[in-house]
């Protein structure tokens, strides 16, 4: 069964621009969760979607959204991109109240 | 905040060795979860333990839970190189019948040969 699947895996920004993250969960999971590591604040939690539904939210602006598609695959956007929002984006599926399965992260850099 | 707090921060032990890390957190708690992530990896999920369970075993890995103490401990015995990585505790809530896990800051351990 193939793992969670996260594109691109690099990728570099300036300041006010916008990206796009793209994941695809494990076969038969329906949630979707997203993370953002950076050595400061560590893991914190962005969003989770079940069934094309955010279910759950975590304390970032607007700028950071995010949805699922009816496959479950699932994508998060940043926009007007600032130099904080360098960090490893991590998504992770798993089928509901079981532990989670990551992806191999989407390393974002802003210049 | 719902966050919980590992200790050590960071550990250092020979090889052989044992090493325990624990890990707090203020609010009750559906279970809770450990996970292992080598440098700029994602994570690996290693032992999930009920808040009405008080101990687990998965190989090498032992974790116990005191809900009286809202703390956790993981101990991982005669230790390998290869156990080299950034070790994470996650306090699990259910919100609105989803749910959320919260991750501590890990503790970072190195094994040396």
């Known amino acids: 069964k193939a793992g969670v699947t996260q594109t691109p895996r690099y990728l570099i920004k300036t300041r006010g621009q916008q990206v796009t993250l793209s994941c695809s969960p494990i076969?038969?999971?329906?949630?979707v969760s997203w993370y953002q590591q950076t050595p400061g604040q560590g893991l914190q939690f962005l969003f989770e979607y079940f069934s094309e539904t955010q279910r759950n939210k975590g304390n970032f602006p607007g700028r950071f959204s995010g949805r699922q598609f009816s496959n479950s695959r699932s994508e998060m956007n940043v926009s007007t991109l600032e130099l904080g929002d360098s960090a490893l984006y991590l998504c992770a599926s798993s089928l509901q109240g079981r532990e989670l399965f990551f992806g191999e992260g989407s390393r974002l850099t802003v210049l | 905040s719902q966050q919980g707090e590992e200790d050590p921060q960071a550990l250092s032990i020979q090889e052989g060795e044992n090493a325990t890390m624990n890990c707090s957190y203020k609010?009750?708690?559906?279970?809770l979860q450990w996970y292992r992530q080598n440098s700029g990896r994602g994570l690996v999920h290693l032992i999930l333990i009920r808040s009405n369970e008080r101990e687990k075993h998965s190989g090498r890995l032992r974790v116990t839970l005191d809900t009286s103490k809202k703390s956790s401990s993981l101990l991982i015995t005669a230790s390998r190189a290869a156990d080299t990585a950034s070790y994470f505790c996650a306090t699990v809530y259910i919100i609105q019948g989803a749910q959320k896990l919260v991750f501590g800051q890990g503790t970072r351990l190195t094994i040396n040969p």
């Open positions: 076969s038969g999971h329906r949630s």
């Open positions: 609010t009750s708690i559906n279970n």
